[in-house]
């Protein structure tokens, strides 16, 4: 069963406008300031959340110049692992005042974190959910740690395997998580939208019985908004000031005007999507009037009989629906019709009103 998440006061499900989270990342470039800007411009878009991400260089890896160490292709290609994460990780001195910023603004601030340590930074600044990154959804052990706070956890799924997602959420469930759920992922650094295999998301929704979402590198909206119609409730994107600022992240993430427009972008699709309604729509009403419907051609006297001449099916929807036509056809009259006159029951008496 596919039950609602509750951050920070806010309910997360099929039921509710999508949860989109702008994803600080590396865009802070090293500077606080910016940092609080991109969360204050974060919520000017309408964003739901802003997340930011939990480690050190020492946390997250070794400083090793060793091969396996070396990054060799892709948007950091030659950087070893631990340079390119000291310069992109968000000094834990920051979290407390980025928190208290958030808290101001009335926007929900969480984070990935990646080692326990992490996580107890988090606890003590009462962050309000977790999110485990694609890369450590094969961390059992630290998702049972982030599980046993009881907080909602959101965990990403780019690489993994059916196994190894049932594998995180049973790890998850057993350490006592009862708000999980899941985001479809690619983690490629952009990810082409051919890559997403949206229809993926409804497949994800009945096998793990959460509710399910998307992290998106694409470098559009495209690919988020198209997956709100596949049941996404959460939708995550990268967020900068400046896509050209040559930091870390900054090629793949999102400018303000572009968040804003993914936010109203996601949540009309949503409002698009509805319930089953086969029922006249309010800005139909006026509309109904231009339908087809049944004419006297020429005026005719009482106990005439019709022929195919003299009603025709035209616009206006005045009249007595077409399909009456082949009814009235060899019928006489019960009272007298004047040209260019709407066709009702009372000009017929072998035709009711029922």
């Avoid at 480690?55 to 160490?69: C, E, V």
Wanted: aromatic letters at 8%; glycine letters at 8%; a negative charge.
């Amino acid at each position: 069963m596919n039950l609602p998440l509750t951050i920070d006061g806010k309910s997360i499900g099929q039921d509710y406008p999508p949860y989109v989270v702008a994803e600080i990342s590396a865009n802070h470039d090293g500077s606080i300031e910016k940092a609080k800007r991109l969360i204050e411009l974060a919520k000017l878009s309408g964003a739901s959340a802003v997340k930011m991400q939990t480690y050190t260089a020492d946390t997250i890896t070794l400083n090793s110049q060793k091969p396996d160490f070396l990054i060799t292709e892709g948007l950091w290609k030659g950087r070893t692992l631990h340079e390119l994460y000291q310069e992109a990780q968000t000094p834990w001195a920051w979290h407390k005042p980025l928190f208290e910023h958030a808290r101001q603004l009335g926007i929900t601030l969480f984070s990935s974190p990646f080692d326990t340590t992490a996580i107890d930074l988090l606890e003590d600044l009462n962050a309000p959910a977790y999110k485990i990154a694609s890369f450590e959804l094969i961390d059992l052990p630290l998702i049972q740690y982030a599980a046993s706070t009881g907080k909602p956890l959101i965990m990403s799924t780019g690489m993994a395997d059916a196994e190894e997602i049932q594998e995180a959420v049973d790890a998850a469930r057993q350490a006592g998580c009862r708000q999980l759920a899941l985001l479809h992922c690619v983690s490629g650094y952009p990810a082409p939208a051919q890559d997403y295999n949206l229809r993926t998301l409804s497949d994800m929704q009945q096998r793990f019985g959460v509710p399910i979402g998307l992290s998106d590198h694409t470098l559009d909206n495209t690919t988020a908004i198209a997956s709100v119609a596949l049941g996404a409730c959460i939708v995550e994107k990268h967020f900068t000031l400046d896509r050209h600022a040559g930091g870390p992240d900054d090629s793949f993430s999102l400018e303000p005007e572009e968040l804003s427009a993914l936010c109203r972008g996601a949540k009309t699709a949503w409002e698009a999507l509805g319930r089953i309604d086969y029922g006249r729509k309010s800005s139909e009403q006026g509309n109904a009037q231009f339908r087809r419907s049944l004419y006297f051609t020429r005026a005719m006297a009482a106990g005439e009989q019709v022929g195919p001449e003299d009603i025709r099916s035209v616009r206006p929807g005045f009249g007595l629906p077409p399909k009456w036509l082949p009814k009235l056809l060899g019928q006489r009259l019960a009272r007298t019709a004047d040209a260019h006159e709407p066709v009702s029951h009372s000009h017929f008496s072998c035709v009711s009103g029922a």
